[in-house]
């Protein structure tokens, strides 16, 4: 059974993507390099989401863990208690 992610902060992580590239992005709140996935995940039973930039530009990632449309924020943060 997969452990529940851990709230990284309480903000979502604004990134310059770059057009092409591939991001893993964090889902369980553990991994040092915040949104992005450092590995930290093993053995919780959560795994990053894949993410492929298709243009150079601004990307809001959550960092909550608490979307609802992983891996971009969708103001789940502002509900947190």
Request: aromatic share 8%; glycine share 10%; hydrophobic share 30%.
């Amino acid at each position: 059974m997969a452990e529940e992610p851990v709230v990284a902060r309480t903000t979502p992580c604004c990134v310059m993507v770059e057009a092409g590239k591939h991001y893993l992005w964090c889902a369980c709140g553990r991994s040092a390099n915040q949104p992005f996935c450092d590995g930290s995940h093993q053995g919780t039973g959560i795994t990053p989401v894949r993410f492929e930039a298709e243009k150079k530009e601004w990307v809001w990632f959550c960092g909550c863990k608490q979307t609802g449309h992983a891996p971009l924020c969708d103001g789940s943060h502002k509900h947190l208690t």
